[in-house]
């Protein structure tokens, strides 16, 4: 389990990802913030924004996550994240964490395997 956090524009947001170290995938996500805004930002912690993340096969290199908000993909990645309209820095600092994660999963696993 690893525990990242980024700032946002009106808070911290704290994700936490649970990722199995063989495949390098995230088995589950729950993120967590103080002042996002009601009814845009907020929406990141919603189960059906969360679960986009859920079984991804994920590259450790490059874009892992990209972006699509309102049918247009604005950032390239080999995961396509939909993205919450009116919340752009929100959902961008969450698709960043994810990417976090993933590297941090990554080090810790090839330590591991030393």
């Excluded at 389990?1 to 947001?13: A, E, R």
């Excluded at 390098?24 to 002042?35: D, L, P």
């Excluded at 679960?51 to 450790?60: A, D, M, V």
């Excluded at 247009?72 to 994660?101: H, M, Y």
């Amino acid at each position: 389990m690893l525990i990242v956090g980024d700032k946002s524009l009106c808070s911290t947001i704290w994700a936490m990802y649970l990722i199995d170290r063989s495949s390098t995938t995230i088995k589950k996500v729950e993120i967590y913030y103080k002042a996002e805004i009601s009814g845009l930002g907020a929406e990141i912690s919603n189960a059906e924004f969360e679960e986009q993340f859920i079984n991804l096969p994920i590259p450790i290199s490059g874009h892992s996550f990209g972006l699509k908000q309102d049918e247009e993909i604005i950032i390239q990645g080999e995961n396509i994240i939909d993205g919450i309209s009116g919340a752009t820095l929100s959902v961008n600092a969450v698709r960043k964490l994810a990417a976090v994660a993933l590297q941090l999963a990554k080090h810790v696993s090839e330590a591991g395997n030393r």
